[in-house]
């Protein structure tokens, strides 16, 4: 009787198990109220909308009333806004609008390709470090060594050993930003890896593999997706600086820092060769850092808390 008794007090909630029920289920766990607490301000509803404006010109840029951005015309050299040349000309005659929205296909991919880059490379080598004190001892030297150097200049010079070409730049955009990446992971892996929920993970005999992804790499999910945010916008812009300095894509390639560098010469001529363009990567590059920002106060939980 006495056990009974003792076994249905046990099945009774208590007050404190009810608040820790409801904690949990105040909690966000839907995607739809990420959505929601994401887009809940006018600035980042704003520059979702300039985002999308900027990945629409990319991919419908042939059907915008562009010309071939490549095409001389070198009677309508400098000449300014008409409604044959929405943006003028530049010194070769060229159509400076076309250029301007064929270069945000050069931008987008250089940013989206190095954030994916780096953030894929940075997340395995800072599982690894973070995991392994005695790879940590070795690879963060290696990645001291590297922040150490400016990514300016890095990148300028790993362009300069291997040539300018689309490829070669991204690559070189992206080098610089891996230490910044594995940093962050092997932080967040340190900071779970003696969890109580690894440790039983361990006690149970998970594989090592699992271990890693279903446990430690969910962990880094959150800051890895706000720091892709950061790296696409750095990347977008270090591109278009490698370009102005004249050690980026090839003159050639329709691209912001391009068309700016080569419009610097006539600026005051026509101050249109260096304005449109540099709108065009402001606002891209705002856009990308305000909705990191955004990211990082979604999905961080103290963040939702707080906001709330």
Excluded: C
């Amino acid at each position: 009787m006495t056990s009974a008794s003792h076994s249905k007090t046990s099945l009774q909630a208590t007050p404190s198990d009810l608040n820790g029920y409801e904690e949990i289920s105040s909690r966000p766990t839907s995607l739809l109220e990420h959505f929601r607490q994401l887009f809940s301000s006018g600035p980042t509803l704003l520059a979702f909308v300039i985002l999308l404006l900027i990945v629409a010109i990319a991919i419908f840029a042939p059907l915008l009333g562009t010309t071939d951005p490549l095409a001389l015309d070198p009677a309508q050299r400098l000449s300014h806004a008409s409604s044959v040349h929405w943006f003028g000309t530049d010194a070769f005659g060229r159509d400076v609008y076309s250029r301007v929205v064929y270069g945000s296909r050069v931008s987008l991919i250089v940013g989206l390709g190095a954030a994916m880059t780096a953030v894929v490379a940075g997340l395995f080598i800072g599982v690894i470090v973070g995991y392994f004190p005695w790879v940590d001892a070795i690879i963060m030297r290696l990645m001291d060594g590297i922040m150490a150097i400016p990514g300016v200049l890095l990148a300028i010079a790993l362009v300069s050993l291997s040539g300018a070409s689309l490829v070669t730049v991204m690559v070189a955009i992206t080098i610089p930003e891996i230490p910044r990446v594995v940093r962050l992971v092997r932080g967040t892996i340190l900071t779970v890896r003696h969890e109580p929920y690894v440790e039983a993970a361990l006690t149970l005999g998970t594989s090592l593999p699992v271990l890693l992804w279903r446990h430690l790499v969910p962990a880094a999910t959150a800051p890895l997706i706000v720091q892709g945010t950061y790296v696409f916008a750095s990347a977008i812009l270090t591109e278009a600086i490698l370009s102005f300095l004249g050690a980026g894509l090839p003159p050639e390639t329709s691209s912001w820092g391009n068309i700016m560098a080569e419009g610097r010469m006539y600026f005051q001529l026509s101050p249109s060769l260096i304005l449109y363009p540099g709108l065009f990567l402001s606002l891209t590059v705002l856009s990308v850092n305000v909705l990191g920002d955004a990211l990082r106060d979604a999905l961080d939980p103290r963040m939702a808390r707080r906001l709330k």
